[in-house]
């Protein structure tokens, strides 16, 4: 889709520069968890500290004797980075991780989990070409007042003015044996108002979480709704904020010593979570 609107603009603006596809000349892995900066120190020369390579940050080190670009970013919304190499470079890069004996794989449910207990968007779900920033509740990365024009300020602008209509909201569900995966309909009295667009059982707080568009009428916390899962409608609350602090947020209010054991006593109980096999149901696991 970028790709695209890049070669449109490219057309439209007649400009000369040439536009090529690398997608394939790059692999990532995710590196993330409590002591995820202490693993990946031990494999660069550089300086991996809060001050000296903050949030969003990016640098081209060598991991492990690969040359990678890394950026600090974690979807899991836990410390962590993204490390970008050739494809054919990763699984040294990944053996070194493992060697260190301080981290095992986690899979896409775990993921999910995290990132949807912190209210952490992603994108073609709840963030999507139907949904503006508002919407979305992006507001905080939207700079209508910065110097450097860009496309659809103005529509911004209008959308602002003339208020919204809908809101993307954290519910808690009263779930049984199923959690909401996204497009399941919200219920308000015996009209269907709205929908999902994630979902997931949230590992820290033990309760069955959702993200879902609703309208601006019945997007205030501690508001009733109903989200239909497997045809059964299950009562549903609007929560005024995320369960679960980012990590960030969580050292900056405690010593970072008691955020790292906090955080580490989290990851343990998403890995019983999902990886204790288990005839029963993987929250009784």
Request: charged share 25%; net charge negative; proline share 4%.
């Amino acid at each position: 889709m970028i790709g695209r609107w890049i070669e449109e603009e490219q057309c439209r603006g007649n400009y000369s520069l040439q536009v090529s596809n690398i997608s394939d000349d790059w692999g990532c892995l995710g590196l993330a968890g409590p002591r995820s900066r202490e693993i990946l120190s031990a494999l660069v020369a550089d300086d991996m500290s809060d001050e000296a390579f903050p949030f969003l940050h990016v640098r081209c080190v060598s991991v492990a004797g690969v040359p990678t670009r890394v950026i600090r970013i974690s979807s899991t919304g836990e410390l962590g980075w993204e490390l970008y190499a050739p494809p054919d470079s990763l699984a040294k890069i990944y053996d070194a991780i493992v060697a260190s004996g301080l981290v095992g794989d986690f899979g896409t449910y775990a993921l999910n989990s995290l990132r949807v207990e912190k209210g952490f968007r992603a994108w073609g779900t709840d963030m999507t070409v139907d949904a503006n920033p508002y919407e979305a509740g992006l507001d905080d990365f939207v700079r209508l007042d910065k110097a450097t024009e860009f496309i659809g300020r103005e529509a911004l602008r209008s959308i602002k003015a003339d208020g919204l209509r809908r809101r993307l909201v954290m519910l808690t569900v009263d779930a049984d044996d199923a959690d909401a995966v996204g497009n399941e309909a919200v219920w308000y009295g015996d009209r269907v108002v709205g929908h999902t667009t994630s979902g997931a059982y949230g590992a820290t707080v033990s309760r069955s979480l959702a993200l879902a568009y609703v309208p601006t009428e019945l997007s205030q916390p501690g508001t009733e709704v109903h989200v239909e899962l497997v045809g059964d409608r299950r009562p549903a609350v609007v929560e005024k904020v995320a369960p679960v602090k980012v990590e960030a947020v969580r050292v900056s209010e405690r010593p970072e010593k008691d955020a790292v054991a906090e955080a580490t006593l989290r990851y343990d109980k998403i890995h019983l979570l999902f990886n204790t096999p288990s005839e029963t149901d993987g929250k009784q696991a």
